[in-house]
């Protein structure tokens, strides 16, 4: 019979959540106080602990590390309110195994508990904190470069990944500006058999035309004025490894027909050189152009496009994975604080508001901008309201690129997207757009969607 410990502060709660969950055949016992639950934890050995996140006499984080080094294979699952849930998602991050939100009905939190139970089977003798988190509510880093949501877009864009990056494929990827192109471009290389060599990014847009001859393939001493030594040129610097061009639709048409002979021959010649170099690289390459109508227009080579996109990747904007908002907010929270050497924990409540309102109309790259500014201007341990841009604080009525509708029927198309990924089950619903099911259901009233 599973063994669980219970730690919450309100004692009705708690009694209620035990006797539910012995009906269900489960062992539990209950703490009030975290003292009483180290006490407790130090005797009793449990295979799962529920936890409030924010207890009156001990910082829930702490004390799901303290748990987890008396024993890593205990599964922890945290109950949460909705303002809690980025730090929920550091939580996780530190090896607790889900989150669910109050109020949570105990349909719910019996699937979380027997999903819990079965991971923990599943791992058979290896330490939990050796888990890379893959739960819904988590965001992957892999390989250090991309992070995977939870929305469908998130997800087939994942699925994608994982297809092309073993392959050999030349890969085009498209997508509006701020979408993580490069980034997209690094995790298939990441992903590769050509990993442990060189991945070359290359912004087509800012070679001068006249330069990139010697950009791509380098020159020796003396072919032209400026050349005072030898250059090796991108192809060779990424020979063996992976060659991203971004914006690859600013190419001249004589450095199209450049690149393409590169690629059909496998050689390249240095500027000023009669020696053919064999090089063997993969191209990734990228544009938030139509390269297809470019093609039809004649200011770009059919013959190129073709060989440069082998498989294609449509990179979705963050309008298109709004669900996935509050991962990505928390994961460039992390980083601005390590690049700034600040400590900052959280957003306010009202900034989480803000980012919810807002279309983002330059996807990730804004959204990271936004946040890298915010901490920088934020003095204490949370981010104030006051510290977003004005544009974010108070979205003018205008529509942005990204944005064709009004907030209700933005606000309308998130839930009848949740709840057609749920199968229309609202509890789950709820969850994704993390909101209780009580909010959902005034929303869903309030549009009058007949669901």
Request: net charge neutral; glycine share 6%.
């Amino acid at each position: 019979m599973p063994n669980i410990l219970i730690i919450e502060d309100d004692a009705a709660f708690c009694k209620m959540l035990q006797r539910f969950l012995t009906k269900h055949h489960y062992q539990v016992q209950t703490s009030f106080t975290a003292p009483d639950a180290k006490a407790k934890f130090s005797e009793t050995s449990f295979d799962v602990v529920l936890t409030d996140l924010r207890l009156p006499d001990y910082d829930g984080i702490q004390l799901l590390t303290d748990i987890k080094k008396v024993s890593p294979k205990t599964q922890v699952i945290l109950m949460t309110g909705y303002a809690e849930v980025g730090s929920a998602v550091k939580a996780m991050k530190k090896g607790a195994y889900d989150y669910i939100s109050k109020p949570f009905t105990p349909d719910e939190i019996v699937m979380v508990i027997d999903n819990a139970l079965k991971a923990m089977s599943a791992q058979d003798d290896r330490p939990v904190e050796t888990r890379v988190p893959t739960e819904k509510n988590t965001p992957i880093s892999t390989s250090g470069s991309i992070i995977v949501g939870t929305s469908d877009a998130s997800r087939n864009l994942e699925e994608y990944i994982n297809l092309v990056a073993p392959t050999d494929m030349s890969v085009l990827i498209t997508g509006e500006s701020g979408t993580g192109k490069e980034v997209t471009a690094r995790a298939i290389h990441d992903r590769s058999k050509r990993k442990d060599f060189n991945f070359i990014a290359v912004d087509c847009g800012a070679i001068p035309r006249e330069l990139a001859t010697s950009e791509f393939f380098g020159h020796i001493k003396g072919s032209f004025t400026g050349a005072v030594e030898d250059k090796i040129g991108n192809f060779e610097a990424a020979n063996g490894g992976t060659l991203f061009l971004d914006e690859v639709g600013n190419l001249s048409y004589e450095n199209q027909i450049q690149l393409l002979r590169a690629l059909q021959e496998r050689k390249i010649k240095r500027v000023g050189s009669t020696k053919e170099i064999k090089v063997n690289v993969r191209i990734i390459t990228a544009t938030n152009e139509d390269l297809g109508e470019a093609v039809e227009k004649g200011t770009f080579r059919e013959d190129l496009f073709h060989r440069l996109n082998e498989f294609s990747v449509q990179l979705p904007s963050l309008e298109d994975r709004f669900e996935d908002l509050v991962l990505f907010a928390e994961h460039f929270l992390e980083k601005a604080n390590r690049s700034l050497d600040r400590n900052v924990d959280r957003f306010s409540n009202e900034v989480w508001v803000a980012f919810k309102q807002y279309h983002w109309p330059g996807n990730l790259r804004e959204l990271q901008n936004v946040i890298k500014r915010s901490v920088l201007l934020t003095a204490g341990d949370e981010v104030a309201l006051g510290a977003l841009p004005k544009e974010v604080r108070k979205p003018s009525g205008k529509k942005t690129v990204a944005t064709h509708f009004s907030k209700s029927e933005f606000e309308k198309d998130r839930i009848i997207k949740a709840l057609k990924r749920t199968n229309f089950n609202k509890s789950e619903a709820a969850k994704l757009l993390q909101v209780t099911r009580k909010t959902l259901y005034n929303r869903i009233n309030h549009y009058k969607l007949d669901l």
